[in-house]
């Protein structure tokens, strides 16, 4: 008999974030920012990925509870706070040596009602800009 169980990868990243700290290191995570409901700051995202340090001195009031990370981190002196869900990380690992675990992204699977209400929002394409002058 086959019973379902829940996603093992939020506890993985919860015992390498310890084991990291542990040993004196600095965590980081590296998140896929195209997942859903990822907030992260925008303009640090390259390649569809942002790499988060994650370290409690680095971050305030993160929380690993859940199906999500959150915390609030400054970005430009600025402080924003940032949601993670757990199955956007790609990976966990010690800055100072690379050292800890990569994970599979996998997107949730959208029914057919999401894939067409997102077509319809799709702006339509059109001609090349011009400029003309108003008067």
Do not use: C, H
């Not at 980081?28 to 370290?55: R, S």
């Amino acid at each position: 008999m086959s019973v379902a169980m829940t996603s093992n990868k939020p506890y993985l990243i919860r015992a390498f974030y310890d084991w990291i700290l542990d040993n004196e290191l600095t965590p980081y995570i590296a998140v896929d920012a195209n997942y859903p409901n990822v907030m992260v700051p925008e303009q640090y995202i390259e390649d569809g990925q942002i790499v988060l340090n994650i370290t409690p001195g680095s971050v305030g009031a993160i929380s690993m509870t859940g199906e999500v990370i959150e915390f609030s981190a400054r970005f430009g002196g600025k402080v924003q706070q940032l949601y993670v869900p757990f199955e956007a990380v790609g990976a966990i690992y010690a800055r100072e040596n690379g050292v800890g675990s990569s994970f599979a992204v996998d997107y949730p699977e959208a029914d057919s009602a999401d894939i067409k209400d997102a077509e319809a929002v799709k702006p339509e394409k059109k001609g090349k800009p011009s400029l003309s002058i108003v008067k």
